[in-house]
């Protein structure tokens, strides 16, 4: 199932979010002109190493010029290809503009950037000697769904759904939509635990733990900024 729109007006310009995703495309675009290995050289100055953040962490000089905290930051910027870059931004497309609506700029980009931040440490708790690039702004989307399920609970969600080699589109509660992804993306966090490589990017290439961390920080954050206070 893939979102395409939701039911809910907006009473501000998203600019938060139309940045964001510019931002992204930005960053993308760089990437893909990067060779082969100048962009893995620039994933690993600017991507979370669970190992070097766990050495930074521990007062150990990683010697990289981008301090490793950082990343926590900058990794939220980064996409490993055209479909991952693509199905984060269509979900920022989707439900950023509810969230930032009724957080207002100042407090959406606070809220976006810390539940990327949440998500990333999530990850890196359970991979904590890893040596692969965790990236993507996957964590801090799932806090913006996190979000919206709590304050949109009742909204629709036009969704496209595959039937083989046909595509037909349906209107889904959001509650339903959203919480189908976070139960799937809890228990395939759960599930790799029983796989012997690290979790996230080292088993399937998929960061679970920041998906389902993400959309529990959001579901929490959201309200302590102010999710409820308009109307």
């Not at 909204?155 to 992804?181: K, N």
């Amino acid at each position: 199932m893939f979102p395409i729109s939701d039911d809910n007006p907006t009473r501000i310009r998203p600019y938060v979010t139309y940045a964001l995703i510019a931002v992204n495309i930005v960053v993308f675009l760089h990437e893909m002109s990067l060779a082969s290995q100048q962009l893995q050289a620039f994933f690993h100055l600017y991507a979370v190493v669970p190992k070097e953040l766990t050495a930074s962490l521990n007062g150990i000089p990683v010697n990289q010029p981008v301090p490793e905290p950082l990343t926590l930051v900058t990794s939220q910027f980064l996409h490993g290809g055209i479909m991952h870059i693509a199905g984060n931004m269509l979900f920022l497309w989707i439900f950023g503009n509810n969230v930032e609506d009724k957080l207002g700029h100042v407090k959406y980009i606070i809220f976006y950037i810390t539940c990327g931040i949440l998500a990333a440490l999530a990850q890196w708790i359970f991979s904590v000697e890893s040596d692969i690039p965790s990236l993507g702004a996957s964590g801090a989307i799932a806090g913006v769904m996190g979000a919206y399920i709590l304050r949109f609970p009742k909204a629709r969600i036009r969704t496209v759904i595959f039937l083989g080699f046909f595509a037909t589109t349906l209107e889904v509660p959001a509650v339903f939509f959203l919480g189908f992804w976070f139960v799937q993306q809890a228990f395939n966090s759960l599930a790799s635990l029983a796989v012997q490589t690290d979790v996230g990017m080292e088993s399937g290439g998929i960061a679970y733990w920041a998906h389902a961390g993400g959309f529990v920080f959001g579901a929490i954050l959201g309200p302590l900024l102010g999710l409820f206070n308009s109307d």
